[in-house]
Nanobody, 124 residues
Framework: QVQLVESGGGLVQAGGSLRLSCAAS????????VGWFRQAPGKEREFVAG????????LYADSAKGRFTISRDSRKNTVYLEMDSLKPEDTAVYYC?????????????????WGQGTRVTVSS
């Protein structure tokens, strides 16, 4: 089992920045890829960014390209999502998820472990 805990959410003005963290515990020696997802009120959960188990490849949703950066520190068992130039439409609960596949997967159903989420609110 892998436990994931997100942190770093909060209230920020449009144009501001936040860095989300996803800390893993449990079977962290197992190689896994990590994805960040978000879910806004009344909307489906959507893929935001993903990173491979080795950290050598990343993938971003179009909405995140050029503004968000995903990275990982394997020594700390933590994956980060740096979010810049935030917009009100980025308001959502952000979740991290881990996949034992090791490669980046987009569909949420292909992830094995999920965190509880951290709320991000961007005011206009």
């Amino acid at each position: 089992q892998v436990q994931l805990v997100e942190s770093g959410g909060g209230l920020v003005q449009a144009g501001g920045s936040l860095r989300l963290s996803c800390a893993a515990s449990g079977r962290t020696g197992f190689q896994y890829s990590v994805g960040w997802f978000r879910q806004a009120p009344g909307k489906e959960r959507e893929f935001v960014a993903g990173i491979t188990d080795s950290g050598d490849r990343v993938l971003y949703a179009d909405s995140a390209k050029g503004r968000f950066t995903i990275s990982r520190d394997s020594r700390k068992n933590t994956v980060y999502l740096e979010m810049d130039s935030l917009k009100p439409e980025d308001t959502a609960v952000y979740y991290c998820a881990a996949s034992i596949a090791g490669v980046i997967v987009v569909p949420a159903r292909l992830y094995d472990y999920w965190g509880q989420g951290t709320r991000v609110t961007v005011s206009s």
